[in-house]
């Protein structure tokens, strides 16, 4: 499996599917528009998921191809890769300020990622149960719009993934008013001073992890 980061909450997943299918699945979460300040993703896509209706996050006529979108809860299999939406609250009203929030879960190659979209508010018990066994976690870190960096590293320790990166959090370009992920690496106290370009991991990578923080550079 290769994940590419492209800054806010957007990332291309590169994996093999299951069954006979041969050709990869090119995967994109969250994909958001050139207001946002930076480059949008580019490129052919299989499958993009949206975990909610806002222009930092549904630009899917920003892809090529005839791509599945997902964008509402439920069960999904499609191309070789199983996949859940969750609904949650974008923020801590449930809701009623800025709207519902879907957090996704998909697995391909024995390797759960799960992608919590603009997350609003801590997850409750029965939402955590859904999300378990979770191998690699993409987690909002940047607050205002989100949970911040605290409250990140909260949920962090209690799905207890191998491997974490954090997202929607400020860098160089970005015009949307968030923290930058300061806050949320002081908080897990383990985050790398050299940040990683794509990630490319088997599941036998992730034995032994536990909460490792990776940072990821845009392409």
């Known amino acids: 499996m290769n994940i590419q980061y492209y800054g806010h909450s957007c990332f291309k997943i590169t994996t093999k ?27 052919q896509a299989g499958i993009v998921f949206v975990s909610h209706d806002h222009f930092d996050h549904n630009n899917t006529a920003a892809l090529k191809g005839d791509p599945v979108i997902i964008n509402t809860p439920g069960e999904y299999s499609i191309k070789g890769i199983n996949a859940i939406g969750i609904d949650t609250s974008h923020d801590a009203k449930d809701g009623a300020e800025r709207g519902r929030n879907v957090v996704f879960v998909l697995e391909s190659e024995d390797i759960k990622v799960c992608h919590l979209g603009d ?7 029965e939402q955590l149960e859904k999300i378990n066994g979770i191998d690699i976690l993409l987690i909002p870190v940047g607050g205002h719009y989100t949970i911040d ?9 209690k799905i207890e993934p191998s491997i974490v990166i954090p997202t929607h959090y400020k860098i160089k370009g970005s015009k949307v ?18 940040k990683t370009s794509k990630l490319n991991i088997k599941k036998k990578d992730l034995e032994g992890k536990n909460e490792e923080v990776i940072i990821m550079n845009i392409e």
């Open 17 to 43: 599917p299951a069954g006979r299918a041969t050709e990869d699945v090119v995967i994109f979460i969250d994909p958001f528009d050139k207001a946002v300040g930076l480059r949008p993703p580019q490129g």
């Open 119 to 125: 997350l609003g508010v801590s997850l409750t018990s």
């Open 149 to 157: 960096g605290k409250v990140a590293a909260e949920i962090v320790r």
């Open 177 to 194: 008013n968030i923290a930058n992920e300061k806050k949320f690496c002081d908080e897990m106290g383990n985050c790398p001073k050299n």
